[in-house]
């Protein structure tokens, strides 16, 4: 990867909405060993999504910082759930434009159908075996952070 398209992913930043450290582990280890420099926030609720996105609480120093690039979003969340952070990220106009891809464990066909029905990009069950989720996370990684055109940039919060 040449110095300039280095530069370009690293100012990606793709926030990662997962409550479980194991699951939070493997997805930065697959992205470490697929050699992806993007910064990664990390948040494990809901509520702490959505105080990042909309610069509020904790993140209100965040006030006219970029948005991310992608949302890796879990369902399973606590305080508030994925389908609710999606439902709130595509209601508001400063963020209905960005890439959620739902990365979950559910095979329940209802959160299939609701994700998409609220506005997900891409619903993804993750793999149980390392090597299957380290070709999907890759596989993520190269089309929405590289051959993917993201909307032009908005004004954050």
Do not use: C, H
């Not at 948040?43 to 959505?50: F, H, M, T, Y």
């Amino acid at each position: 990867m040449d110095q300039m398209s280095q530069m370009s992913q690293m100012s990606k930043i793709i926030l990662l909405v997962e409550d479980n450290p194991d699951d939070e582990k493997l997805t930065l280890r697959a992205f470490k060993r697929n050699n992806m420099l993007n910064p990664i926030v990390v948040v494990r609720d809901g509520v702490e999504a959505l105080d990042f996105l909309f610069a509020r609480g904790a993140y209100a120093e965040r006030v006219g910082k970029p948005l991310p690039t992608l949302i890796l979003l879990d369902l399973k969340l606590p305080k508030l759930d994925g389908l609710g952070v999606l439902k709130a990220v595509r209601g508001d106009e400063r963020t209905r434009l960005i890439p959620v891809v739902v990365l979950t464990s559910s095979k329940e066909e209802q959160d299939l159908l609701q994700s998409y029905s609220i506005g997900a990009n891409s619903y993804v069950r993750k793999p149980v075996n390392f090597a299957e989720f380290l070709e999907a996370v890759r596989v993520l990684s190269v089309y929405w952070l590289m051959m993917n055109n993201p909307p032009p940039e908005r004004n954050p919060a």
